[in-house]
């Protein structure tokens, strides 16, 4: 099958994205000297950026594809909560998951980039657990968008923010199997037991070993399939997939595994590569693609925009442009 194909069967289709969004801030510039108050180097700004970021980058994802993104969130009455809605109804993205909250900060990361090399980022956000009463509001709005529309597949985008809370978890994976929606997940430490009966969770490396606590290296095959294996028996999952960096996606079922190569590519910014994968494989999954194509087409999706500098989503033209068939 042609890449051509693949996107033709994503329009239209509908993801629900559940997580912790955030505007990703880009301050570019210049060095040309070092400063004399202390031996670091002097960025002379040229231009910044705000971009949308952490799940609403999977959204960006999705959108870019041809599908249809739906965000179920919490964003501050903030400044930056002002922008996030603004970027969102830019883009052409649906708002009616977001809630706003005074309770809540709007997360920004913002990288200094000079040239093209990024020398420094710095976070403003909170991540406490959203209290009861927006987990209530945040699990209402889940609950109206699944059971009133027809859904193609449910994302869990974890940042480790605070919006995606054990309860809302539960409720979701709950409704989801009931109507038969895959859900997959994008985790991270404090939630990373708490996804029992996902579809398909995708740890990267450092996700799986801090989150199994174990001492393996990157390129071990075979434990990394048995940490897998572990993974689904523990926790009741269809799917694992590892993310690798340039060791490639291991995908199984708990039965058979396959090892998908990373091409080798002029890497500029691993920034919002697990947003593009799970983006992919979530639209191959609600499209009913077989696994190797979902692991083959995340894998290539991610190493596309990791040629990228900033976080960026992928673009159809670049998978039309790669010439790569996927299936029988």
């Not at 231009?47 to 739906?70: F, Q």
């Not at 071990?220 to 690798?244: C, P």
């Not at 994968?277 to 190797?292: E, H, P, Y």
Request: hydrophobic share 40%; glycine share 6%; with cysteine.
């Amino acid at each position: 099958m042609e890449i051509r194909e693949l996107l033709e069967m994503f329009r239209n289709l509908k993801v629900l994205v559940v997580g912790d969004v955030m505007i990703d801030a880009y301050l570019w510039g210049d060095v040309s000297r070092i400063s004399p108050e202390a031996p670091v180097p002097v960025v002379m700004q040229t231009r910044t950026e705000s971009r949308l970021g952490g799940a609403s980058n999977v959204a960006k994802n999705l959108h870019s594809l041809g599908a249809t993104p739906i965000i179920c969130t919490v964003i501050g009455e903030d400044d930056a909560g002002i922008l996030f809605k603004t970027m969102t109804i830019r883009q052409r993205m649906t708002s009616q998951g977001i809630i706003r909250s005074p309770l809540r900060k709007t997360t920004v990361k913002t990288r200094v980039i000079a040239g093209h090399q990024h020398m420094l980022r710095i976070d403003d956000e909170a991540d406490e657990y959203l209290d009861k009463e927006l987990v209530d509001q945040l699990w209402k709005r889940i609950n109206d968008i699944i059971t009133s529309q027809e859904i193609g597949a449910i994302v869990f985008q974890d940042y480790d923010k605070g919006v995606i809370t054990p309860e809302i978890i539960k409720k979701t994976i709950t409704l989801a199997r009931k109507k038969k929606i895959p859900t997959l997940v994008d985790p991270k430490s404090r939630n990373f037991r708490r996804y029992r009966g996902a579809t398909l969770f995708k740890p990267n490396f450092k996700e799986l070993t801090e989150g199994l606590n174990l001492y393996i290296a990157k390129d071990d095959h075979k434990a990394i399939v048995r940490a897998a294996r572990q993974l689904i028996k523990e926790a009741d999952f269809s799917l694992v997939m590892i993310t690798l960096s340039e060791h490639g996606i291991l995908i199984t079922n708990g039965r058979k595994y396959e090892f998908v190569k990373t091409e080798i590519r002029d890497v500029a910014d691993v920034s919002g590569a697990g947003d593009t994968v799970i983006a992919t494989a979530s639209l191959c999954m609600a499209a009913g693609l077989d696994n190797l194509t979902l692991a083959r087409l995340s894998n290539l999706a991610a190493g596309l925009v990791c040629e990228k500098v900033g976080v960026v989503p992928v673009k159809k033209e670049w998978l039309l442009n790669a010439d790569i068939s996927f299936g029988k």
